[in-house]
């Protein structure tokens, strides 16, 4: 059994912030990276599915730039066998059509029994990734699932609803399937595993004939109340630092 997962370096934007000069993205000085918390479940699930089956491989993609290897050697540290970065200039990272197309490109290479993903990241929260990817791959699709198993080409699973109403689904193979965050505890790495993650070759595959954008980000902007303040760099000695803090108190008083 083959399973693909999707993974993503998601953002954490620090409450004191500045833009690039273009305005369309957040300077890298202001955000810390970290992998997103509904991915690591999906890798779980995976890696559950495939020792469940007795036999088989849990793959891992992620399209970004150089620094999306870091997210996936976090991945790979669990236990997956390997990682395929997806990238070329110019894939607009805003659009989820665009970004979907070029991981279903990847994915279809592969030929797996199954893609997972996380129901959705935690900057952007747009719960597309799975759906686009299912629609470019022609597969079915099945959103926010838990305790995933297999029999057979029928894939079993749960989905929780308002006033503790669980459905339970099947599927046939191949599909994609969003898991739902929490819906698992992800696996400690072994230290081979880790040091396996930090060696391994994660090969870049360049998507072609991508679908043009259609949504385009031209600007952001801070969020009124303070919680998109920026940050103001304080020039001179011991003296003018003091006297600009004393200031600014107060000001605010």
């Known amino acids: 059994m083959k399973v693909a997962v999707c993974v993503k370096q998601a953002l954490e934007v620090s ?28 890798v779980e699930e995976a890696l ?20 999306a290897d870091e997210a996936l050697r976090v991945a790979l540290a669990l236990g997956p066998q390997r990682a395929v970065r997806v990238w070329a200039d110019g894939l607009a990272l805003d659009d989820a059509r665009t970004v979907g197309a070029a991981l279903a490109q990847a ?8 893609v997972l993903c996380g129901v959705q990241s935690a900057d952007t929260g747009q ?15 099945v959103p926010v699932a838990h305790g995933l198993s297999l029999s057979g080409s029928t894939l079993t699973l749960h989905r929780d609803f308002e ?43 360049e998507p072609v004939g991508l679908p043009a954008p259609r949504m385009v980000v031209t600007r952001l902007t801070a969020a009124p109340g303070g919680s998109g303040r920026s940050l103001e760099m304080i020039k001179g000695g ?16």
């Open 15 to 42: 409450r004191y912030l500045e833009f690039t000069a273009d305005g369309t993205r957040v300077d890298p000085a202001f955000v810390t990276t970290m992998v997103n918390e509904a991915d690591l479940s999906a």
């Open 163 to 205: 006033a503790g109403v669980t459905e339970t689904v099947e599927v046939h193979l191949p599909a994609v399937v969003t898991i739902q965050v929490g819906a698992n505890v992800p696996r400690y790495g072994t230290f081979k595993d880790k040091m396996r993650a930090k060696k391994a070759d994660i090969p870049v595959v």
């Open 238 to 253: 011991p003296a003018d630092v003091a006297a600009r803090i004393i200031a600014l108190v107060r000001e605010a008083n």
């Open 127 to 141: 719960q597309s990734t799975g759906p686009v990817i299912a629609a470019a791959w022609g597969v079915p699709w």
């Open 107 to 114: 994915i279809a290479a592969e030929a797996p029994d199954l």
């Open 48 to 67: 559950a599915l495939v020792e469940s089956a007795g036999d088989g491989e849990v793959v891992l993609f992620s399209a970004g730039e150089d620094g």
